[in-house]
């Protein structure tokens, strides 16, 4: 008899607030804001309704902060790359779509100029 424990809401929680944080943070730096609309539409890394063990979803929130980190990394090395494969197939595993591979980022980053996204988060609000 094996014992398995099911996924926490917290953790549930957290993998889809990595999601926000990817699109509202990450994809600005490389794409359009149409682009990120058309990954909406596509659902790029939407989350399943629950994960099945504990460990499937610590494994998908350590390869989504393993992606989340190497493309906020100042220069995208190719020494990056194997590891951003390796994350991306493990998030591709546990059914997120993310249908990216290392080079098309390198290349957005080399053309995207602007950082003015209806994506990313304000940095104020006015309350009225």
Do not use: W
């Not at 929680?13 to 058309?38: G, N, Q």
Request: charged share 20%; proline share 4%; with cysteine.
């Amino acid at each position: 008899m094996k014992i398995v424990f099911a996924s926490t809401p917290g953790q549930e929680e957290e993998i889809c607030e990595l999601v926000r944080y990817i699109y509202s943070t990450v994809f600005p730096l490389y794409f359009t804001d149409k682009e990120i609309s058309e990954f909406e539409q596509l659902k790029v890394l939407h989350t399943p309704d629950d994960f099945n063990t504990l460990k499937d979803a610590f494994q998908v929130m350590a390869s989504m902060q393993t992606v989340i980190s190497i493309l906020e990394s100042p220069t995208l090395d190719d020494q990056y790359a194997a590891l951003f494969n390796k994350n991306v197939t493990n998030l591709q595993e546990f059914g997120l779509f993310f249908p990216f591979e290392f080079e098309q980022f390198v290349e957005a980053k080399n053309m995207k100029n602007s950082v003015f996204s209806i994506y990313t988060k304000a940095a104020n609000e006015l309350l009225v």
